[in-house]
């Protein structure tokens, strides 16, 4: 979906790192995700990725989705942006149920609507995140499960969904397009049995990314349609090799790369140096489609929903760049030494990133109510442990603030110890904080969850550990 030319506020960055895996794994379940039925979950991550973000769009029928993980864009352009979304497209978005809405079964339905009048509706959807990046050396995956809305020929003139992602400047900017990059991972239009995928980036027109129409390739859908079924649609963005490259997949089947040295070393850091959000819609008409035939006109037909099983983002970690730590074994780790956050066995919601604390490496970020972290094999000894100490920083909002938890052995287990945090002034301005805690011997899996009364992130940590 080509936006035009626009500098947003950045926000913090903050970058996720993960075991590692190679290409063919992923490709396998991507392959086997696409056979699953109609409401099935998002496939648990191969080994060596982790899961970072993931909607599986459960809830009632006729609900709207999770604002949690998403908001919605409305109107005909981004306030301040380039009209009808710099696309030409015809379309008025909305938060209706009527154009976006949960169908009870595990999908969301994203429907384009006609009035009387023959005014168009339509739906978008923009995860509040921005920060969908590979750590250094590593790699990102945004995949989604996708049928696009079942209408052919004539009837589908002017249909353009699409699942794509944005460059974090471009949100509250909207003029710096497309220097900050977009990666379209699946895009149709006119009901064809095709899936665009593309990279844009650079200045427009023209540019080293031959703007407006980027640097991208085609495929059709085998099996089914691409309107008829369900399909797996994924971009890889991979800092692990060199150059660094952005790969697109239909199935599992990458068609479409791009590398860095396609374009000069300053347009590719002017698109990759940030992280990214992703997007779910279905415009009407606009650029596109014109170059396809045109519409939407009296013959389309509306109604016809994009369906959308889920959306997930996984990340891995690269060999011997920004690998963090390795995990001791199972039952081997001292409760009285540092145990660093990014050491984790398994999370939810968080990330890891670069910190300025003392010592240097990686703390863990993003984090808000419900996340969590888990530390495997926690030796606690004979001894009872009855202190619990966090290193902990906070850049949250004023009134925000959450716990920091323990649990043992379960993530709903009673916390035997917790303490409250604020703003510490900044993501890296950091502090030691003690809590009491319930006697503890023997060996535990060690669960760090974060408990908060607004949606949020209020909290970073970088290392914790316990004393007697």
């Not at 070393?265 to 014109?290: C, E, Q, S």
């Not at 502090?431 to 909290?459: C, E, I, K, W």
Request: with cysteine; hydrophobic share 35%.
């Amino acid at each position: 979906m080509s936006e035009t030319p626009g500098t947003s506020r950045r926000g913090s960055v903050r970058r996720a790192l993960v075991a590692v895996l190679g290409t063919l794994s992923l490709a396998a379940a991507a392959a086997t995700a696409a056979t699953l039925p109609a409401n099935a979950s998002a496939p648990t991550p191969p080994t060596g990725w982790s899961q970072v973000f993931v909607d599986d769009f459960t809830g009632a029928a006729g609900s709207g989705v999770n604002t949690t993980n998403w908001q919605y864009t409305t109107g005909t352009s981004y306030p301040g942006g380039p009209a009808n979304f710099g696309t030409g497209e015809v379309e008025t978005m909305t938060s209706s149920t009527s154009n976006v809405a949960l169908d009870g079964n595990g999908n969301l339905l994203i429907t384009p609507r006609r009035d009387a009048s023959g005014n168009w509706t339509s739906g978008r959807i923009e995860t509040r995140r921005t920060d969908f990046e590979p750590p250094a050396g590593g790699k990102l995956r945004m995949e989604a499960r996708i049928q696009m809305p079942n209408v052919t020929g004539a009837a589908a003139k002017g249909y353009w969904p699409a699942f794509w992602a944005l460059g974090a400047p471009y949100r509250g900017n909207y003029q710096n397009w497309p220097g900050v990059g977009e990666l379209d991972i699946m895009e149709n239009v006119q009901g064809l049995n095709t899936e665009w995928a593309t990279m844009h980036c650079g200045t427009n027109p023209g540019g080293p990314c031959n703007e407006t129409s980027g640097i991208g390739n085609n495929t059709p859908c085998t099996g089914t349609t691409c309107q008829a079924g369900f399909h797996t649609y994924a971009m890889e963005w991979d800092r692990s090799t060199s150059p660094e490259e952005v790969r697109f997949y239909l199935d599992g089947v990458n068609f479409h790369t791009v590398k860095a040295n396609q374009v000069d070393a300053t347009t590719w850091a002017n698109a990759t140096n940030h992280g990214y959000f992703i997007i779910l819609n279905v415009a009407m008409g606009g650029g596109f489609p014109g170059a396809f035939g045109g519409g939407p006109d009296s013959g389309t037909e509306p109604g016809h929903p994009m369906v959308v099983d889920y959306v997930q983002v996984l990340q891995a970690a690269g060999s011997g760049g920004g690998g963090g730590t390795t995990p001791p074994p199972t039952g081997n780790r001292d409760a009285y030494s540092a145990i660093q956050a990014e050491s984790y066995d398994s999370q939810s919601g968080v990330v890891t990133e670069t910190t300025t604390d003392t010592g240097g490496g990686q703390d863990i970020g993003t984090i808000a109510n419900g996340d969590y972290a888990v530390y495997k094999g926690v030796n606690f000894g004979s001894s009872a442990a009855t202190q619990f100490y966090g290193r902990v920083a906070s850049g949250a909002a004023g009134g925000v603030s959450g716990l920091v938890e323990v649990r043992l052995d379960s993530r709903t287990s009673t916390p035997v110890a917790s303490f409250a945090l604020a703003n510490t002034g900044g993501w890296q301005s950091w502090r030691t904080v003690p809590a009491n805690m319930s006697s503890v011997t023997g060996t535990h899996d060690v669960y760090l969850t974060f408990t908060s009364g607004q949606p949020a992130d209020f909290v970073n940590v970088n290392w914790f550990d316990f004393g007697h």
